[in-house]
């Protein structure tokens, strides 16, 4: 005898809280698309069209991104976005990564515990309190570190903050802001690496050193590009920073030091919006290019 | 065989063509909602050389910084019966940009302008006439007779193509403050020429180390020394024209002053307003060439300066002129927004706030740009007893500023600070800067849309 089943009846079957729970799940997936579509996508488009006219709404083909790219400030501005990327982007991954592994390996004493929650403090300060923190830090006549400063041969603000300064100056700001809470996202991603493997490393005779570059930071792989595609869209749009400290330093520090800054000058300086919009567009289409280059280069989407 | 569609393919075809139909009138609503947005669609009457909006009861908005709030409270306080709404602001102080961040917004979204607003910096009508936001104040708004009152030459950096656009709040002529008890006791004599002004530097060097005899290390410093030396890096020709050299004999005669004083440390290259400068040298200032808020502000505000220590003296001259020179540091100016749905009611606090005496003469930080609150302002500043000696030679140097430096549409502070001040930082000299100042203003200058003529 043949037993016939019914899709159809199968899924009349189906238990009422499922479908309840996907009702629900469908409604979180909603509300959070429509606020994408609102304060995510809409602007985006909004910028791009931006960025292919003029201020009468005309057509204007590649014409914003010819005039920007053309202001005496954009390539220097580009070549210092640069330079902080780098900067800023290798003593991430480095310090990152060095710091959640000895945290990790200090797991079993309980100092691992107070120095997590002391990392990820900075993070919780709002991003241009952190620089406030950072110019009083900075000012040798008020810092609380200036006999330092006065090693280094600095004896006024105006020295520190120097031109040349600026970048590691960015870097020291944005690692101390922003590094913390890698951490503690690292440390979680080597909690989850199976003990087993570690044993088994162990009983290898691997020691810490070749533990942790062999085993540990191969495992990490993933977690290291996702931090380094945010940190590197994060550092693209460089702007809080410099901003302040070119309004603390009554603008030696430069009101056009970076991509950002430039295109906030060209909307609400120079009363060209369109051209702001082109810069944008461009902090884009570099942030995804490097972001899709680095996820195809990883492999992050394949399964393990 | 029938070649008919089948009907379940009809059934996809609907929902296709509603999607689409849906995502057009979306796409309508949005559009109609951001031209909707764009423009106020209200009838407007021409009237006093400017379209109008069509007028409305109810409160005023006024912009202000924290120092002309009291202004305002003032205003409130003795007419009890208008409707007004005070908000404070940076001001754009340290040229901050605040109000033409704002305006532009309020351009794209067609509404939110203040009515009057308060700027610390001179040279807001030139963008503000661009922007389209500042009515004109001499086709009919303020009467002529209230317009000549002001000091001669107070309101051209108001004034764009022969139209005024904005009122001087305060005037920035400078002169040399200096500490008279000190200068007694220690047998000096003021300075009447700038060589002398030098010597005099290059002795309280030598004999008093540490004493200053001025500062040259704030983004406003080419306005103090080398606007006084008639250094023509800034004059503007035209609503877009600009004539910059930096390197002419008038330009390098101060920084050549200027570098020798600052080499022998009796000119600082801190910034008045430093931390540095408020810890270290605060007390030590002998002499500083500075603008007329500098007594009340800085000497009495910053540096709380005990009474009876300063005094102003006529800016110095070169030799073999007839009359000292000055620059214009700063002052601020109000602003009438030609969006305002409360012109009489923001006229009437525009008119009183900067010609009042019960404001502009007894309360008024600097020196008003209104002559007869000037006057007042000064008896009132002689009377009380904070000044080593009469202030008056102020009213001098308020006819005495050099007419051929005006205020463009791009910061010179700016470009001074990110351009010269890094270099005298690093212990270059001024005069080795100068070529390098030329080319940022140039470039800055085209960058903004002028010719330049160099």
Same mark, same amino acid.
């Given at each position: 005898m043949t037993v016939t089943h019914s899709p159809a009846g199968s899924t009349r079957r189906r238990p009422r809280g499922v479908s309840r729970q996907s009702r629900a799940g469908a409604a979180f997936v909603a509300a959070y698309v429509v606020l994408l579509i609102a304060f995510g996508v809409v602007p985006t488009a909004y910028a791009v069209w931006f960025a292919f006219t003029d201020a009468q709404g005309a057509f204007t083909g590649l014409g914003n991104f010819v005039t920007t790219a053309q202001d005496f400030r954009f390539v220097p501005a580009l070549g210092h976005v640069a330079l902080y990327l780098l900067l800023w982007l290798v003593s991430l991954v480095v310090l990152v990564v060095g710091l959640a592994l000895l945290l990790h390996r200090m797991a079993s004493q309980g100092a691992s515990k107070t120095l997590r929650f002391l990392f990820y403090i900075p993070g919780a300060l709002a991003g241009a309190a952190s620089v406030l923190v950072w110019l009083f830090m900075l000012d040798p006549t008020v810092s609380p570190v200036s006999s330092l400063l006065g090693v280094l041969g600095y004896g006024t603000f105006g020295e520190v903050i120097a031109p040349a300064n600026l970048p590691v100056l960015f870097t020291g700001i944005a690692f101390w802001t922003g590094a913390g809470g890698w951490i503690v996202v690292i440390y979680g991603a080597l909690n989850n690496i199976p003990s087993d493997v570690m044993e088994a490393a162990r009983i290898d005779g691997a020691g810490p050193w070749q533990t942790a570059w062999r085993v540990q930071i191969p495992m990490l792989r993933k977690w290291i590009v996702y931090m380094v595609i945010l940190a590197f869209a994060g550092g693209a749009q460089l702007f809080v920073e410099p901003q302040l400290l070119s309004l603390a330093s009554v603008g030696v520090a430069g009101r056009d030091y970076s991509l950002n800054q430039l295109s906030y000058d060209f909307a609400f300086q120079m009363n060209n919006i369109n051209g702001a919009a082109a810069i944008s567009v461009e902090l884009l289409v570099i942030s995804l290019s490097a972001a899709a280059l680095f996820v195809t280069r990883s492999g992050f989407f394949d399964a393990d | 065989?029938?070649?008919?569609?089948? +009907?379940?393919?009809?059934?996809?075809?609907? !929902?296709?063509?509603?999607?689409?139909?849906?995502?057009?009138?979306?796409? @309508?609503?949005?559009?109609?909602?951001?031209?909707?947005?764009? =423009?106020?669609?209200?009838?407007?009457?021409?009237?006093?050389?400017?379209?109008?909006?069509?007028?409305?009861?109810?409160?005023?908005?006024?912009?202000?910084?924290?120092?002309?709030?009291?202004?305002?409270?003032?205003?409130?306080?003795?007419? %009890?019966?208008?409707?007004?709404?005070?908000?404070?602001?940076?001001?754009?102080?340290?040229?901050?940009?605040?109000?033409?961040?704002?305006?532009?917004?309020?351009?794209?979204?067609?509404?939110?302008?203040?009515?009057?607003?308060?700027?610390?910096?001179?040279?807001?009508?030139?963008?503000?006439?661009?922007?389209? +936001? &500042?009515? !004109?104040?001499?086709? *009919?708004?303020?009467?002529?007779?209230?317009?000549?009152?002001?000091?001669?030459?107070?309101?051209?950096? #108001?004034?764009?193509? =022969?139209?005024?656009? #904005?009122?001087?709040?305060?005037?920035?002529?400078?002169?040399?403050?200096?500490?008279? !008890?000190?200068?007694?006791?220690?047998?000096?004599?003021?300075?009447?020429?700038?060589?002398?002004?030098?010597?005099?530097?290059?002795?309280?060097?030598?004999?008093?180390?540490?004493?200053?005899?001025?500062?040259?290390?704030?983004?406003?410093?080419?306005?103090?020394?080398?606007?006084?030396?008639? #250094?023509?890096?800034?004059?503007?020709? *035209?609503?877009?024209?600009?004539?910059?050299? @930096?390197?002419?004999?008038? #330009?390098?005669?101060?920084?050549?002053?200027?570098?020798?004083?600052?080499?022998?440390?009796?000119?600082?290259?801190?910034?008045?307003?430093?931390?540095?400068?408020?810890?270290?040298?605060?007390?030590?200032?002998?002499?500083?060439? *500075? %603008?007329?808020?500098?007594?009340?502000?800085?000497?009495?505000? $910053?540096?709380?300066?005990?009474?009876?220590?300063?005094?102003?003296?006529?800016?110095?001259?070169?030799?073999?002129? @007839?009359? !000292?020179?000055?620059?214009?540091?700063?002052? *601020?100016?109000?602003?009438?927004?030609?969006?305002?749905?409360?012109?009489?009611?923001?006229?009437?606090?525009?008119?009183?706030?900067? $010609?009042?005496?019960?404001?502009? =003469?007894?309360?008024?930080?600097?020196? %008003?740009?209104?002559?007869?609150?000037?006057?007042?302002?000064?008896?009132?500043?002689?009377?009380?007893?904070?000044?080593?000696?009469?202030?008056?030679?102020?009213?001098?140097?308020?006819?005495?500023?050099?007419?051929?430096?005006?205020?463009?549409?791009?910061?010179?502070?700016?470009?001074?600070?990110?351009?010269?001040?890094?270099?005298? $930082?690093?212990?270059?000299?001024? &005069?080795?800067?100068?070529?390098?100042?030329?080319?940022?203003?140039?470039?800055?200058?085209?960058?903004?849309?002028?010719?330049?003529?160099q």
């Open positions: - | 065989m029938a070649t008919r569609k089948p +009907f379940t393919d009809r059934g996809k075809l609907f !929902p296709r063509r509603r999607s689409a139909l849906l995502a057009a009138c979306v796409a @309508t609503g949005i559009l109609t909602a951001v031209s909707a947005c764009g =423009g106020s669609g209200t009838a407007t009457t021409t009237k006093d050389g400017f379209a109008q909006a069509p007028q409305k009861d109810g409160a005023f908005t006024v912009w202000v910084d924290s120092t002309r709030l009291a202004a305002a409270k003032l205003y409130q306080k003795q007419h %009890p019966d208008v409707e007004m709404k005070i908000v404070t602001y940076d001001g754009n102080a340290n040229g901050s940009n605040y109000l033409q961040t704002k305006v532009q917004l309020f351009n794209r979204t067609g509404k939110g302008w203040p009515d009057v607003v308060f700027s610390s910096q001179n040279n807001e009508a030139t963008w503000a006439v661009d922007a389209d +936001f &500042v009515a !004109p104040l001499n086709k *009919g708004l303020v009467p002529e007779s209230t317009l000549s009152g002001f000091a001669k030459g107070a309101n051209d950096v #108001c004034t764009v193509d =022969g139209t005024l656009y #904005c009122l001087r709040n305060d005037l920035s002529q400078a002169v040399l403050w200096y500490n008279a !008890p000190l200068m007694k006791k220690w047998g000096y004599k003021l300075p009447t020429t700038w060589e002398e002004y030098q010597k005099l530097g290059e002795k309280v060097a030598a004999r008093h180390p540490g004493y200053l005899v001025g500062d040259a290390g704030d983004s406003y410093t080419p306005e103090v020394y080398l606007w006084a030396s008639k #250094c023509g890096a800034n004059d503007i020709t *035209g609503p877009k024209s600009v004539s910059v050299n @930096t390197t002419s004999a008038n #330009c390098t005669r101060m920084a050549e002053l200027m570098d020798v004083l600052i080499k022998k440390k009796s000119m600082s290259i801190s910034g008045v307003f430093s931390t540095d400068f408020g810890k270290n040298k605060a007390d030590k200032v002998l002499m500083m060439p *500075g %603008p007329a808020w500098y007594g009340g502000a800085l000497f009495k505000g $910053t540096f709380k300066t005990p009474a009876k220590q300063i005094a102003a003296a006529p800016m110095p001259q070169w030799s073999g002129e @007839t009359s !000292p020179s000055t620059g214009n540091v700063g002052g *601020g100016t109000w602003l009438l927004s030609k969006h305002s749905e409360h012109l009489k009611a923001a006229t009437d606090f525009l008119t009183w706030v900067t $010609t009042d005496s019960a404001y502009q =003469g007894d309360m008024s930080p600097g020196f %008003p740009a209104y002559a007869p609150a000037a006057e007042t302002w000064l008896r009132q500043q002689n009377a009380s007893g904070y000044y080593a000696g009469d202030i008056s030679v102020l009213k001098d140097a308020s006819t005495q500023v050099w007419p051929q430096w005006g205020s463009g549409q791009f910061s010179q502070e700016a470009i001074w600070a990110a351009t010269v001040k890094p270099g005298m $930082t690093q212990g270059k000299t001024i &005069v080795s800067l100068l070529p390098a100042w030329q080319d940022s203003i140039v470039k800055y200058a085209k960058s903004n849309g002028y010719k330049v003529s």
